[in-house]
């Protein structure tokens, strides 16, 4: 069971998926952290990114003056984290040079 970050909601998400997200956000994280970024991720291990809106993403990686905020999805929690999908888009929005993707698996 997955708590939701921000309003602590009990949010199902199989074992499967769990790990299938986690290895995702590993996965990416070493994949970005090669090409050059700085990498935060909500991972153990790793530099935990900070909350965005009241959230905190799954990753968030800054490199020069842009910044990529990641949120990484299984079926079972996209319909979930509409609220927190939304909250990012509205940062990307707002602040120059940060973009906002979603990695559906």
Known sequence: MLLDKRERVAVKRTFANQARHDGKIL??????LSMGYRVFADLR???????????RPDILL???????IIEVETSDSLGHDR????AFRR????????KFKVVLI
Request: charged share 30%; proline share 3%.
């Open 27 to 32: 996965e990416l994280a070493k994949r970005y």
């Open 45 to 55: 291990g790793w530099d935990i990114p900070e909350a965005i809106n009241g959230f």
């Open 62 to 68: 800054i490199k020069e003056n842009t910044g990529v």
């Open 83 to 86: 609220l927190q999908l939304e």
């Open 91 to 98: 940062f990307a929005r707002i602040v120059r040079n940060v």
